[in-house]
């Protein structure tokens, strides 16, 4: 059975950072690309950040490039994501979700509020 954990969320003022983690089990993790989303409130879910399995490709949404840096420890199989220099419209639940042979896992979430 896949698990994927978030943790990591909380309030931060703007400008501070946060570092996010999402721990898998039930698959071989380094095999998958996992990525981050966050759905801010009333708004849909939108893509932040994605890892490839070796992560020798990694991309991002233009709105958190150069603040956002995700990263990944295949023998802790763990993903992350660092968070810096973060705005109140970073607020959002952020997930983290694999990806393999058409089937995604998500995981249940975690709350990040930027206070201005």
């Known amino acids: 059975q896949v698990q994927l954990v978030e943790s990591g969320g909380g309030l931060v003022q703007a400008g501070g950072s946060l570092r996010l983690s999402c721990a898998a089990s039930?698959?071989?993790?380094?095999?998958?690309?996992i990525a981050w989303f966050r759905q801010p409130p009333g708004k849909q879910r939108e893509f932040v950040a994605y890892?490839?399995?070796?992560?020798?490709?990694?991309y991002y949404a233009g709105s958190v490039e150069g603040r956002f840096t995700i990263s990944r420890d295949n023998a802790e199989n763990t993903l992350y994501l660092q968070m810096n220099s973060l705005k109140p419209e970073d607020t959002a639940v952020y997930y983290c979700?694999?990806?393999?042979?058409?089937?995604?896992?998500w995981g249940k979430g975690t709350l990040v509020t930027v206070s201005s």
């Open positions: 979700r694999a990806h393999r042979y058409g089937i995604n896992y």
């Open positions: 039930g698959l071989a993790f380094s095999n998958y690309p």
């Open positions: 890892i490839s399995g070796s992560s020798s490709n990694i």
